[in-house]
């Protein structure tokens, strides 16, 4: 059974930074593209960031473009975002999961981590 815990959010004030960790078990970690989505209220979630396998390849939302940046340990099967210049739009609840095409159909989901940017 796959299970991701993410941790690593708080409070922040614009302009500040924040790095979000997940931690993955149950899936062949290392063969699996990993994403981590984004969900406002009132919005629908939404993939922020996806990283390749081996980690070499990486894609981002125009929204975090320049600001986000997603990497990731197979040997720990951890994924991470740290994300700079944070901005009140990015108040959000945060979690990672394998990423594909259908990624909006998965059932299984972490409890996430909010983030609330706000002076």
């Known amino acids: 059974q796959v299970r991701l815990v993410e941790s690593g959010g708080g409070l922040v004030q614009p302009g500040g930074s924040l790095r979000l960790s997940c931690a993955a078990s149950?899936?062949?970690?290392?063969?699996?593209?990993m994403g981590w989505y984004r969900q406002a209220p009132g919005k629908q979630r939404e993939l922020v960031a996806r990283i390749s396998s081996g980690g070499g390849s990486t894609n981002y939302a125009d929204s975090v473009k320049g600001r986000f940046t997603i990497s990731r340990d197979n040997a720990k099967n951890m994924v991470y975002l740290q994300m700079n210049s944070l901005k009140p739009e990015d108040t959000a609840v945060y979690y990672c999961?394998?990423?594909?095409?259908?990624?909006?159909?998965?059932?299984?989901w972490g409890q996430g981590t909010q983030v609330t940017v706000s002076s």
């Open positions: 999961n394998r990423y594909s095409s259908s990624w909006s159909t998965f059932g299984s």
């Open positions: 149950g899936l062949s970690f290392n063969i699996n593209m």
